[in-house]
């Protein structure tokens, strides 16, 4: 797992991304790449004007990480290639979101569900970086947190969850920060992986819901997660040598600066880099 400083206080509302891409470094690089892209975006673009000293620390560790994840896999479409990419993690959506429902519907209810659920919901936040969701992904953003939100506090309570979506769900999304404290790390074991590691988990194919049974009280409110422009397709790897190399350098003039207490130098620097990596262009 890569060391990465501590995430700064302002930046709270991106650690359940950086949370998704640890829990996947060693088994699909593809999610951990594209998840800390989107975390650096969300960051740089929530918090404007001058940045903490320990904000554009966090954000140069990732951009230096995503740097060398680009030069050490120049060989993955999935990293290379925005298209790839986005169609790669959509699959893997799937997977998840899908061993996740058919265990709901069986009514084997329990933590790696909850996780299931809440995972695809997090990556569905993810792909907004390559456009505006499709019908489909939206729908499955919202269901996915609701029912992971909607399981863990059954569990928590003791009550018996009902299996699919209730009569009156209304598409609104769970607590989207329920996961911290949640207080589970489910194994991995019964968690699907990416292809060709091994092959989706079973699905189980939707059923009618039995009769509606009382239900336990529904999450809190959900507390919305910034929502972002997207970056723009520049960002796929299509950079040149020359490019690439600049931005290597504003980087590493970045840190430098830091080094020797010049914030604002620091940022201008971190501010080039991103807007060349996004666009292509010089900021």
């Known amino acids: 797992m890569p060391d990465f400083p501590p995430i700064p206080p302002a930046a709270k509302h991106v ?106 919901g997090i990556l569905c936040d993810v792909l907004q970086q390559f456009g505006t969701l499709s019908d489909e992904m939206s729908n499955k953003r919202k269901y996915a947190k609701w029912k992971a939100a909607y399981i863990h506090n059954c569990l928590k309570s003791g009550e018996i969850p009902v299996p699919g979506p209730p009569a009156d769900y209304d598409g609104e999304d769970g607590d989207p920060y329920m996961a911290d404290d949640a207080g589970f790390h489910p194994s991995t074991d019964n968690t699907p992986r990416s292809r060709p590691e091994n092959e989706p988990a079973p699905y189980v194919s939707p059923a009618p819901s039995p009769a509606p049974r009382t239900l336990p ?19 796929s790897g299509s950079l040149n040598p020359e490019d690439m190399e600049k931005a290597q350098k504003f980087c590493k003039w970045a840190a430098s600066a830091l080094a020797y207490d010049d914030v604002n130098t620091a940022i201008d620097n971190l501010q080039k880099a991103l807007a060349l990596l996004q666009t292509g262009r010089d900021a």
């Open 217 to 235: 009280p529904v999450a809190p409110e959900p507390t919305p997660i910034p929502q972002t422009p997207t970056i723009s397709p520049s960002a």
């Open 15 to 120: 650690a359940h991304y950086m949370k998704v891409a640890d829990e996947h470094d060693d088994r699909n690089v593809v999610i951990s790449y594209w998840s800390r892209m989107y975390a650096c975006e969300v960051v740089m673009r929530s918090i404007t004007g001058k940045k903490p000293p320990e904000v554009t620390a966090f954000l140069i560790a990732i951009m230096s990480w995503l740097e060398d994840v680009k030069k050490n896999h120049a060989d993955v479409e999935g990293i290379t290639n925005t298209t790839v990419a986005q169609a790669l993690i959509e699959e893997y959506i799937l997977q998840l979101f899908n061993y996740a429902d058919g265990q709901d519907r069986a009514e084997k209810f329990g933590k790696n569900v909850v996780k299931a659920f809440y995972t695809a």
